[in-house]
């Protein structure tokens, strides 16, 4: 068994939120073990319940679009979430809940080992930037231990906004470029602290 195949049949046994009663599926991510890109969004919603894949209903469609104009397939990367539960209601994530399920997005990473990772919203940006303003970092990328983090609206909300949209869009356009030239992108000087909920 692949050490992602272990990860999610764990997954699957956690009951440790409330939530993890009401779900339809668990919705522990996907894509390639070996992807140099991570996409992080913030949790699933009705389509991803339904069927135990991320971002697979209008903002799925949205990331796929985005994901094209670049050259890349969702088989190219990996997709996860902050929490691998549906929030009732699609309500935002509770603090327990992104603590609880914190673990299993770093065994992800662990894994994946990723050159890149791209955060989608604020949830998942506020895990490693912490006290930033989406507003403020997005399209902007920091390099710590030799992995690129870089923030990017989510894609729901840049669905409805067309502000966002054209920032979401033209922050993607950066992403080949940033990889190319990772080796070349200095460190940051102070490593920063990963947000504790
Ligand atoms: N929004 C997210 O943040 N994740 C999904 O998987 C779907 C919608």
Same mark, same amino acid.
């Given at each position: 068994?692949?050490?992602?195949?272990?990860?999610?049949?764990?997954?699957?046994?956690?009951?440790?939120?409330?939530?993890?009663?009401?779900?339809?599926?668990?919705?522990?991510?996907?894509?390639?073990?070996?992807?140099?890109?991570?996409?992080?969004?913030?949790?699933?919603?009705?389509?991803?319940?339904?069927?135990?894949?991320?971002?697979?209903?209008?903002?799925?469609?949205?990331?796929?679009?985005?994901?094209?104009?670049?050259?890349?397939?969702?088989?190219?990367?990996?997709?996860?979430?902050?929490?691998?539960?549906?929030?009732?209601?699609?309500?935002?994530?509770?603090?327990?809940?992104?603590?609880?399920?914190?673990?299993? &997005?770093? *065994?992800? =990473? /662990?894994?994946?080992?990723? $050159?890149?990772?791209?955060? #989608?919203? @604020?949830?998942?940006?506020?895990?490693?930037?912490?006290?930033?303003?989406?507003?403020?970092?997005?399209?902007?990328?920091?390099?710590?231990?030799?992995?690129?983090?870089?923030?990017?609206?989510?894609?729901?909300?840049?669905?409805?906004?067309?502000? &966002?949209? *054209?920032? =979401? /869009?033209?922050?993607?356009? $950066?992403?080949?470029?940033? #990889?190319? @030239?990772?080796?070349?992108?200095?460190?940051?000087?102070?490593?920063?602290?990963?947000?504790?909920?």
């Amino acid at each position: 068994m692949s050490a992602l195949s272990e990860l999610y049949r764990e997954i699957a046994l956690c009951q440790q939120c409330e939530i993890a009663k009401y779900r339809n599926k668990v919705v522990p991510g996907e894509g390639a073990e070996d992807a140099d890109i991570m996409f992080i969004g913030e949790a699933p919603g009705w389509y991803e319940d339904q069927q135990g894949r991320p971002f697979v209903g209008p903002a799925g469609k949205y990331l796929d679009e985005l994901l094209a104009s670049v050259g890349l397939s969702r088989e190219q990367v990996y997709i996860a979430n902050v929490i691998k539960c549906r929030p009732q209601g699609n309500r935002d994530p509770l603090p327990t809940e992104i603590h609880n399920c914190r673990k299993w &997005l770093e *065994r992800q =990473i /662990e894994i994946i080992c990723p $050159k890149m990772i791209v955060t #989608l919203g @604020r949830y998942s940006m506020a895990m490693f930037f912490p006290s930033k303003s989406i507003s403020k970092i997005h399209g902007t990328a920091q390099k710590r231990d030799n992995v690129i983090y870089y923030a990017m609206y989510h894609p729901a909300a840049a669905l409805h906004q067309q502000s &966002l949209r *054209r920032a =979401i /869009e033209d922050d993607m356009l $950066k992403i080949p470029s940033l #990889l190319a @030239r990772a080796e070349t992108i200095k460190e940051e000087q102070q490593p920063q602290q990963l947000t504790m909920f």
